[in-house]
């Protein structure tokens, strides 16, 4: 059965109350938004004035339609325990992947994977290597759990400095590596990849090396690949990837990753029993199913995409090639004055990334709401 307006006020309570009673995901965009994605409805929000939400990389489209209807036909599933149905998640992600099933681990978003890697491979006496800017949690968690962390700064031309990430591999426990990287965008290829985990495994007998790969299904590149292949060669890789971007299901939380077996059940001990929700298994699962989900987003991602960076481009802002669904431009003043004044004018987009801070990291919506949104910029930079 789809899920008709009608289902699915029903299904989510939303009665004469209305929008009071929405939850807040469904607020930013509106309730025609989160149900059928269509540009028509997200300029009808616009006009209600409801933000345009470019702050979390998410799918502007909404869940993938699969992931929907399993989500509905499995509610009558959720009194029983969800421990089995895990199974059934990495054997579907194996097969997506050619890797047995047993060099899969799922985690509540990738999100926990990340958290499980800095627990599982740092200690006091071996750090994390990470970059500056990259994605924030593994620093976060081992500062949280008072690990030593050396953060590597970006090059001039935003890349991560592979070089200078790779002198402080010695002594480490783990490297944290974001392929393409969050917020630059920027994606090295996978000769770079390889020839940098290679060096890094040699230059530590210990050091775990984990490839953030969130964003590879934006990624068009010709140069970049996966890195999941070198699980197989090299047990001290692991390769994280997420449901929460191109697949539309962050609010699910499923992520997975990686690895050899031993090395994954160094991080799975960690984990709690039957944390991924029998709703959340299903939802995965059905979108892996549908083969045009990704071929429909990239495209669709990538033309917004194209049409943000011609903007900024033209009104003199450079942009650091992205690869992502999202994109960070050099606005040349505060970004978080920006981030204000924007929030002010109903577009929300990325927190600040420092030492980047007039650099702003915007996500990249559908054609209609970058439409929209580019307006607001163009007041707000003026
Ligand atoms: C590079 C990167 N890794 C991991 C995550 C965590 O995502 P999730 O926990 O939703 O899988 C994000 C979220 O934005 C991200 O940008």
Redesign the pocket.
């Known amino acids: 059965m789809s899920l008709s307006r009608r289902t699915f006020v029903r299904t989510f309570g939303v009665g004469s109350a209305g929008a009071l009673t929405l939850p807040a995901w469904l607020n930013a965009r509106g309730l025609e938004a989160g149900t059928f994605g269509t540009d028509e409805a997200v300029t009808a929000t616009w006009r209600d004035g409801v933000p345009i939400k470019l702050d979390?990389?998410e799918n502007p489209h909404g869940p993938a339609p699969a992931a929907v209807r399993a989500i509905e036909q499995s509610f009558r599933r959720a009194s029983l325990y969800p421990s089995k149905g895990e199974q059934e998640v990495r054997d579907a992600i194996a097969k997506a992947n050619g890797v047995a099933a047993d060099q899969v681990m799922l985690g509540c978003?990738?999100?926990e994977i990340?958290r499980l890697a800095v627990q599982a491979f740092c200690t006091p006496t071996r750090h994390l290597v990470a970059a500056k800017p990259t994605?924030e949690?593994p620093a976060k968690y081992a500062e949280v759990l008072g690990l030593p962390v050396r953060e590597v700064p970006v090059d001039g031309n935003l890349a991560l400095d592979l070089k200078a990430m790779l002198a402080q591999v010695k002594g480490a426990g783990l490297v944290f590596l974001?392929n393409p990287n969050?917020p630059t965008g920027h994606v090295h290829g996978k000769a770079a990849v390889t020839a940098f985990v290679e060096a890094a495994l040699q230059a530590d007998p210990e050091v775990i090396v984990l490839i953030?790969e969130?964003?590879h299904e934006f990624v068009a590149d010709p140069s970049y690949g996966t890195s999941i292949p070198m699980v197989s060669r090299h047990p001290r890789v692991v390769v994280s990837r997420?449901f929460?971007k191109i697949y539309g299901l962050?609010g699910m939380r499923l992520?997975y990753a990686f690895g050899a077996p031993a090395t994954l059940t160094r991080m799975e001990r960690l984990r709690l029993d039957s944390a991924i929700g029998g709703l959340t298994q299903a939802a995965g699962v059905a979108a892996l199913a549908d083969p045009m989900q990704v071929t429909r987003e990239h495209a669709a991602n990538l033309e917004a995409r194209t049409f943000t960076i011609d903007w900024f481009t033209k009104a003199g802002y450079a942009v650091v090639p992205s690869q992502t669904n999202f994109i960070l431009a050099h606005i040349k003043r505060d970004s978080a004055k920006f981030k204000d004044d924007c929030a002010a004018q109903g577009v929300l987009i990325g927190r600040v990334f420092p030492p980047l801070t007039q650099h702003t990291r915007i996500s990249i919506g559908t054609l209609a709401e970058m439409k929209q949104a580019v307006q607001v910029f163009g007041r707000v930079l003026a």
Request: with cysteine; hydrophobic share 25%.
């Open positions: 979390s990389n978003g990738s999100g990340l994605f949690t974001c969050n953030d969130a964003y997420t929460s962050a992520g």
